[in-house]
C-alpha cells in the first residue's frame, strides 16, 4: 500500500521552503477485465466480465468494443460488471473487448485477453406445444414453429415437476415431435420447448403446458374394425 509523504522544495536562495501538502503516490493502472463472455442477441450483444484482481487508485468505469466498426458500451460506474453494445450487424463475426478506466488520471488497463467473438441474430419465434401426450415413462411433446423471426436449426422440449431425463432436443428444425424419457410415473410436468436459432440465439421459452401426468404403461390401441 502506497504511504503518503511530504514533499519539500529547496531553492539556492533559501534554506529550506514550507512542506508541501501531502502527496500520495499512485497506486498504477488497473489489471485488465477476465473471464468476458458475449452473449448473442438481435443486432447487439450482451457483454459480461469479472473485475481484475488489481485496481489501481480505483476504476472509474468499462468500455467494451467490438470490431470491426468499433461500437462500444460504457458502463455507469466501476462496480457495474455487464453492458449492451447496439446498432451491431447481424450474421457479422464480431471481436469483443474490455477495458477498465482508472479513476482520474491513473490511466486505464490493458485490453482484456483474449478477445472474444460474437455473431448477432435474429431472435426466433416462440413456438407453441399442441400436446404432451404421456407414453411409458416418457413424454411425447408436439409442437408448432413461431410466425416470423431467425431461422431455427432445432428445437429444445423440457420437463418440470420432476426427474427426466433432461430435455429433448430435435435434429433439425422439420423434425416433430419430441420425446422426453425418464419420467417418474403419477408426477404431474409442466412443459416448454425452445426455438434454438443458429449462432446461439435462441427464442423465449413457449407458454408453459400442463400439468400432464406421467404414467407407467402405454395406453392400449382401440381395435379397429
Do not use: K
Request: proline share 12%; with cysteine.
Amino acid at each position: 500500500r502506497a504511504r503518503p509523504m511530504r514533499v519539500n522544495a529547496r531553492c539556492w536562495h533559501s534554506s529550506r521552503s514550507p512542506s508541501s501538502e501531502w502527496v500520495r503516490p499512485s497506486a498504477g493502472l488497473p489489471g485488465p477485465p477476465t473471464a468476458v463472455r458475449a452473449t448473442p442477441l438481435n443486432q447487439s450483444a450482451r457483454i459480461t466480465w469479472t473485475a481484475p484482481a488489481a485496481i489501481g487508485n480505483g476504476i472509474a468505469h468499462y468500455t467494451a468494443t467490438a470490431t470491426p466498426g468499433g461500437r462500444s458500451c460504457i458502463t455507469a460506474n466501476g462496480t457495474t460488471l455487464a453492458c449492451t453494445i447496439e446498432e451491431l450487424t447481424n450474421g457479422v463475426t464480431y471481436t469483443v473487448t474490455v477495458v477498465a478506466i482508472g479513476v482520474g488520471a491513473s490511466g486505464n488497463s490493458s485490453p482484456s485477453t483474449p478477445p472474444v467473438t460474437v455473431v448477432p441474430a435474429q431472435v426466433p419465434a416462440v413456438p407453441t406445444v399442441t400436446a404432451v401426450i404421456p407414453g411409458t415413462s416418457n413424454l411425447t411433446v408436439r409442437f408448432t414453429p413461431g410466425d416470423g423471426g431467425g431461422s431455427v436449426s432445432n428445437y429444445t422440449a423440457t420437463a418440470t415437476g420432476g426427474p427426466s431425463s433432461g430435455p429433448c432436443t430435435t435434429a433439425n428444425p422439420s423434425v416433430t415431435p419430441c420425446v422426453i424419457s425418464g419420467v417418474r410415473p403419477g408426477t404431474a410436468y409442466t412443459v416448454t420447448v425452445v426455438a434454438n436459432g443458429a449462432g446461439g440465439v435462441n427464442s423465449a421459452p413457449s407458454t408453459p403446458y400442463g400439468p400432464v401426468t406421467a404414467v407407467s404403461y402405454a395406453a392400449p390401441t382401440l381395435p379397429t374394425g
